[in-house]
């Protein structure tokens, strides 16, 4: 038990740390994802395009939510901006660094699958195989219009007979490819770029400011996780002590029954909140009026 509460106290502490971990596995899920799943393209001309694109872009779509729904800070971001002002001012600047932060952290796993579907060329040889310029390949001069659509969208199926007999699949098999590829390429070599740019240049703009927004990101995590601590703490007590109450409510039943009764001075009331009506006060008193950044007066009690 000591272990584990070492671990969960890791990573209560450590968010980020671990929200790292879950998007690195979001990202080998999706590669594993996409090397299980049986691309089979319909072969059909209007149905390629929005098969190929769509296995290039809903399964990321659906890992940027992904990403979103287990980022605990997604939620704490959206509370910190909806809240009402109270006591204590909204940083902007606070919401915007959790923002880029949680957005950055969703994007890995939709990029990385994008990535590898460019790189493979499957996807895209789907999507616009019937769209090549048929003149570029000499495989398609004798065709009528029809014909030449039919034959360009069952490009990607290599086992149809109309295409065991054309000598111009490959020639468009590759030509897409090579398309596919560099596009995939160029998007990794400009993330690549961007990043070392960012990290680069990152010293040259003023670091208080981040060292802030960072420090005040990480204040309103922890301070929501030790609320919640808290409350959940004083739920157990109070529930503990109305149980308590009941039984002494019943203590003569429970006499005539010989069942044992705690002592006199045990059931004792929580100090300070002692029923729903001030609970219920004390959250509202939290969530529409934070109390200010400012302990100075604790400190000089």
Known sequence: MDHLRMILQYFQSNSESVMNGICGLLALASIKMYTCFDFSCPCLPWYNMAYGLGIMFVPPIALFFCGLILNRQSLVMLEEWRRPQGHRKKDLAVIRYMCSSILQQAMVAPVIWIIVTLLDGKCLICAFSDSVDPEKFVGFTNASPVQVQQLLAKVP?????????????????RYLCCWSQALGWSILLILIMAAFLTRWFRPCFNQATLLQARHWSNYIDIE???????????????????????????????????????????GDLLPGITDQDQMNKLLKMWYYEKPPLDVSQVTQR
């Open 157 to 173: 199926c290599k086992d149809d007979e109309l295409m065991r007999n054309n000598t111009s699949h490959k020639a468009v098999s």
């Open 224 to 266: 929501q996780k030790i609320f919640e601590e808290t409350c959940c703490e004083h739920s157990q007590l109070f529930a503990h002590m109305c149980i308590l109450h009941f039984f002494e409510s019943m203590r003569q039943e429970i006499k005539l029954h010989n069942f044992s009764l705690p002592s006199e001075g045990e």
